[in-house]
């Protein structure tokens, strides 16, 4: 059986890949829809938004143990404020659609690293005091310091609180995908992975509609760990624990 891949459209999903066809006959969608593909089957493998795992625990199994994650900033996932983040009790928060983790990686943030309980989350086009973008979206719009002079890039932040690296992303296959398949494409990621990161060439030459340098490229998709160690585990495990919290917390609201 050959899987049915998923991919993100954002660039720091390009080094799993090859200029091939597996690249070309990918599914493509955002985080925040791969997981709905996910689930119905419409893709057997893709890198999920870590909540997915933690929404349908039986539906999901990881893959090689690879995907996204920042031990610092991810440059790439930021809330732009009007106002310091401290004193954005009662604001209006406008969020890209596309996120699925980001969004409840900040609603953790403000609870438990800024005592922030009160915020209402719209979306970008409504009026907010505070946005919060992500992917190459965020990495391509330069912050306006006169309309948003306040800037946090929640992977640091979250690294900065808990000492330990944020996973935005983990490769994972529907419960029904056979277990060859998922060793092969493993195989097929890691050794784009080796080829990648050691020339980020091909993949500058592969995404020209970007408008960055070689060298904006290899520092970006250098900022990633893409295969997990200990210390990425335990973060993601952290991030689940207080993800569970703050639902119990919102219920009792």
């Known amino acids: 059986m050959t899987p049915r891949l998923g991919r993100i459209p954002y660039l720091n999903t390009e080094p799993f890949f090859a200029d091939d066809e597996v690249r070309a006959n990918a599914v493509v969608e955002v985080p925040s829809r791969m997981i709905d593909l996910a689930r119905l089957g419409a893709v057997d493998i893709a890198p999920l938004p870590v909540v997915a ?18 031990a ?26 596309e996120t699925a983790t980001s969004v409840r990686l900040l609603k953790v943030l403000l609870q438990f690293r800024f005592d922030i309980s009160r915020a209402a989350f719209v979306g970008l086009d409504q009026p907010a005091d505070a946005a919060l973008l992500i992917g190459d979206k965020a ?19 979250w690294h900065a609180w808990t000492g330990l690296p944020f996973v935005f992303a983990s490769w994972m296959a529907h ?4 277990p060859d398949a998922c060793a ?7 050794a784009n992975l080796d080829r990648n990161l050691a ?15 070689a060298d904006a490229v290899a520092t970006y998709l250098r900022t990633f760990c ?7 585990w335990a973060g993601l495990d952290h991030f689940q624990e207080l993800d569970s919290r703050l639902t119990a917390v919102e219920r009792v609201a």
């Open 53 to 70: 795992a933690f929404d349908h625990p039986d539906a999901f199994r990881p893959v090689g143990g690879l995907g996204i994650a920042a």
């Open 72 to 97: 610092g900033a991810a440059r790439s996932v930021f809330l732009r404020s009007t106002v310091p983040v401290e004193r954005l009790a009662g604001s209006r928060i406008g969020v890209i659609d």
């Open 139 to 157: 990495l391509l719009q330069p912050r306006n310091p006169h309309t948003h002079p306040y800037e946090l890039d929640l992977a640091a932040e």
């Open 175 to 178: 419960r029904d995908a056979p």
């Open 184 to 190: 092969a494409s493993a195989d097929y990621f890691n």
């Open 199 to 213: 020339d980020t060439a091909a993949i500058h030459r592969r995404r020209p509609d970007l408008g960055l340098t």
């Open 226 to 232: 893409y295969r997990f160690d200990d210390s990425a």
